[in-house]
């Protein structure tokens, strides 16, 4: 079956624009998690939705970052007024409750 | 706070070779432990998830074991391809999926022809 997608899948941004990335899970996944990886550091996590359950937002790394999750489904990660930092690739990943995450291809986003 | 650390960093053997690689996690309040392999450029693709009532699973010439006592979790790979290289990732789930995955750095591993 369809695996973990996201869009797009490269992203050229210049700094101070906002700049969405989007997620669609694996049909039925209950679990949806952001994380970022970057460059010469291991991978970071963000934020995890539960549901239609609000999510803890404490590990978004700014105030600039915010997620939502539609419908239980699609997720958007939004990074406003990009900086050069937020230079990363960002993963969505999805489970069935606490189970396996299976991992979508990533976006590479990168600030100028 | 967990942490995820894998030794060695870097692994080069010959075709055919059995090797281990290794993770260490601070706390062993896990609810299970993942590993992954991560070609370069792409994403995570998922290869054993050990809950953390077992000790060990095994997919094909993979076996991953889990000691939660000691903190340790090895990934053993038998017969080694040169279609293995890859790098390696232990990640820890402390908290359900709420903390999300604590990954180790990962093992980058080269299977010479």
């Known amino acids: 079956g369809a695996g973990v997608s996201q869009s797009p899948s490269n992203k050229v941004t210049e700094k101070g624009k906002d700049v969405e990335l989007r997620c669609d899970p694996i049909?039925?996944?209950?679990?949806l998690y952001w994380y970022r990886q970057s460059l010469g550091q291991g991978l970071e996590f963000l934020i995890y939705?539960?549901?239609?359950?609000?999510?803890?937002k404490s590990g978004l790394p700014s105030d600039r970052f915010s997620a939502e999750r539609t419908g239980g489904s699609v997720s958007t990660l939004t990074i406003q007024r990009t900086q050069q930092e937020d230079s990363a690739v960002y993963f969505c990943a999805s489970s069935f409750g606490g189970d396996t995450q299976y991992f979508g291809p990533g976006t590479r986003l990168t600030v100028l | 706070k967990q942490e995820v650390t894998q030794i060695p960093a870097a692994l080069s053997v010959p075709e055919g070779e059995n090797l281990v690689l290794n993770c260490s996690f601070t706390d062993s309040a896990i609810y299970n432990l993942q590993w992954f392999r991560q070609d370069p450029g792409k994403g995570l693709t998922s290869l054993l998830l050990i809950q953390s009532s077992q000790r060990e699973q095994t997919s094909g010439r993979l076996n991953a074991s889990l000691d939660k006592s000691s903190g340790r979790s090895t990934l053993y790979i038998a017969a080694s391809q040169p279609g293995d290289s890859a790098t390696y990732l232990c990640a820890a789930d402390s908290g359900g999926g709420a903390d999300g995955l604590t990954f180790g750095k990962g093992t980058h591993l080269i299977i010479q022809p």
């Open positions: 049909s039925g996944h209950t679990a």
């Open positions: 939705f539960q549901g239609n359950s609000a999510p803890d």
